[in-house]
């Protein structure tokens, strides 16, 4: 992804980082696994409770913490289920990794973690050989 | 092993005072649990050791005694987990956390939870200042007494507290909850923009466009709830406070600031 892809536009979205629509916002039967208290820590939703359905550009959509994105929703979401389908599509998008937070973290990383997040079982894990890049000609100030 | 306090401090780019620190291997592992004293360990020692327990050798049930009240223990652990601490913790302890379930018998420092993003955080005596600060998402519930500016800038989340609270608590809080049994300071919600207090005490004074809120079934809900999962005495009855909307001028900055950067 270069920044030729971006829009001008204020707000950003999932599909405009990745350079595509991801199926599960287009169909609402790949959302029929995804156990939202499986898939969370303690007793309760625990963070998916500050989740809701929001709008952007028009659009139903939820917005990815981890890559400060909104996801748009494109199929019809039946009343009174608005949030717990905005957060079953997040999840199965953190599930997939396919945030793009998640693709930076194999780049960036400067600590050991999992890839996918604290969401998948047994995730590959990033981060944990990182150095620390140097210019050249740089030296180690004196002392230490 | 080296004293405490003798290592030689060098430079590193992350800021680490000991860089190359290596992971003990002092935990008597036992299944999928592991058990290791920390009295003898510095922070990054300790912290290797969790990390390589909990990303490396797949424990997902580690008790940790005696932390000794040092600082920054337990941060960055983003992983589904149960950690029990028996002990107190420093300053900065269990911060930048996502997933975890965490147990503390003791006290905590300044800023336990900072920047938590999700899990389970559960402190059975007292906490300082800053307690919760920006935090994103989960549930902390300290049984004992807080600090000042308690959860300020509180982006998501549930905050129970079983004791008082101090000044400024849920200073320019954006969204989230804060119950609290006890009687709370000055400046309660100062300059809030959102979310949703409680309060079963008494409040000295509000801060600015800080204002009591209607009390709905959803408030009801959610304190039953709470209560029941972390069996606290839950308080006769609570007041319930909420933005007045006067300073209102929250927008969709977050994710154009993340533009700006990407």
């Given at each position: ?144 | ?256 600031e993340k533009k700006l950067v990407i």
């Amino acid at each position: 992804m270069t920044q030729s892809h971006l829009t001008t536009k204020i707000g950003i979205d999932a599909e405009e980082l990745a350079g595509h629509r991801f199926p599960y916002q287009e169909d609402p039967s790949l959302l029929d696994d995804i156990d939202l208290m499986a898939l969370t820590p303690g007793e309760d939703l625990n963070w998916l409770e500050d989740i809701h359905l929001l709008g952007e550009d028009d659009m139903p959509a939820v917005f990815d913490r981890y890559s400060n994105s909104f996801l748009k929703i494109y199929f019809p979401i039946p009343q009174g289920r608005e949030d717990e389908i905005a957060r079953k599509v997040l999840m199965k998008h953190l599930t997939s990794g396919n945030s793009y937070g998640i693709q930076l973290k194999g780049r960036h990383a400067k600590f050991a973690q999992p890839a996918l997040g604290p969401w998948v079982e047994g995730s590959e894990t990033v981060g944990a050989d990182y150095h620390p890049s140097a210019l050249e000609g740089w030296e180690r100030p004196a002392g230490h | 092993m080296d004293t405490v306090g003798e290592r030689r401090i060098t430079y590193d780019a992350r800021g680490l005072a000991e860089p190359n620190a290596e992971v003990p291997h002092v935990s008597e592992i036992d299944g999928g649990r592991a058990v290791f004293d920390a009295a003898d360990l510095t922070t990054r020692q300790i912290n290797l050791e969790l990390r390589s327990l909990i990303y490396e050798q797949g424990i997902r049930d580690v008790t940790v005694r005696n932390p000794g009240a040092k600082h920054s223990i337990g941060v960055g652990i983003l992983q589904r987990c149960k950690i029990r601490y028996e002990g107190s913790l420093g300053y900065f302890g269990l911060g930048v956390i996502d997933g975890p379930e965490i147990v503390v018998t003791g006290r905590v420092g300044w800023s336990v939870c900072e920047n938590m993003m999700s899990g389970v955080v559960v402190i059975e005596k007292n906490a300082g200042s800053l307690t919760g600060a920006a935090i994103r998402g989960g549930d902390l519930v300290v049984k004992g007494g807080v600090g000042a500016r308690t959860w300020i800038d509180q982006k998501g989340g549930t905050i129970m507290v079983g004791g008082n609270a101090g000044s400024m608590t849920g200073f320019m809080m954006q969204r989230g909850r804060q119950i609290i049994c006890g009687d709370v300071g000055d400046g309660l919600g100062d300059s809030m923009y959102d979310g949703t207090l409680y309060v079963a005490g008494k409040v000295k004074s509000l801060g600015i466009d800080c204002v009591p809120g209607e009390w709905t079934d959803a408030d009801t809900e959610l304190i039953e709830r709470k209560f029941r999962m972390y069996g606290l005495d839950k308080p006769d009855s609570f007041q319930k406070f909420v933005c007045g909307k006067q300073l209102y001028n929250y927008d969709n900055l977050e994710p154009s600031e993340k533009k700006l950067v990407i």
